[in-house]
């Protein structure tokens, strides 16, 4: 089997030659396991546009190109940076090792009325040159993903704050509804630009699970969440029929594809 081959046959619930793999890290941890097999590269895959070289030499079978928030969170060496979307990150440094990067701004705290900050534009088509290029290059032999994470509930409180998001899906239906309809423009564009690019799956993801339950209750997620998703699946499933979505859940691994 084809990398491809091998990951389409287990997603459509067929039983592959073996279990399809990908993997993906930090850019640190990724340059070190680079290092170990004497790639002397510093193009990292992990929440960058084009991809790099380590999926292919690990024997992966789907490449991924991301876009999106996600971009942000090793998007500048130095120590404090303010990534597209106004968020302040600053890295951190373990004891014992190795660094990080936290969140340490929210651009819109404070905002009243969410018409009055401005979104990132995904029309421009050099957000896709590397979807395009692995699609091109390698969508024969492997699997491409289109990465689209930190999509709606995430974003929604990178900017806000998660005590504030969840307080205004209590007490302001309103602000909540007009603030997520807002924040759905980045994802409609560029999940539409992957899915008519030739991606084979378009992954997306909110973190709404713990260890053992939601961070917001169903009726929360059926009431904000869920019919906006849908209304992006089914755009995406009437330009190409075939194409994969996954969704990362969270701590709870419920990752699905549909």
Known sequence: ?????????????????????????????????????????????????????????????????WVGPCTGYYADPAQEYTDEWGIGWKWFKYAAGGSYTEMVKRPLEDIVDPSNFSMPDFTGEDRYGGARRLVAQYGNEYGIMGGCA??????????????????????NKDFTNAYLDKLMTWIDQAGTRMVGLGVDIIWIGDDFGTQDRMLISPQF????????????????????????????????????YS
């Open 150 to 171: 930190c999509t709606l509930f995430e974003l929604a409180w990178y900017l806000r704050g998660m005590e504030k998001v969840l307080m205004d899906m209590v007490t």
């Open 221 to 256: 997620f059926r009431e904000f969440f869920k019919p906006r998703y849908a209304r992006l699946f089914s755009k995406w499933k009437a330009i190409n029929p075939h194409v994969k979505i996954a969704f990362h859940s969270g701590r709870q691994h419920l990752s699905d």
């Open 1 to 65: 089997m084809t990398h491809k081959e091998r990951l389409l046959t287990a997603i459509n619930h067929e039983e592959p030659d073996r279990v399809p793999l990908c993997a993906w890290y930090t850019p640190e941890a990724e340059k070190t396991v680079l290092r170990h097999l004497g790639v002397e590269s510093d193009q990292t895959e992990t929440y960058k546009a084009a991809g790099g070289p380590l999926p292919i030499l690990m024997d992966h079978d789907f490449l991924i190109s």
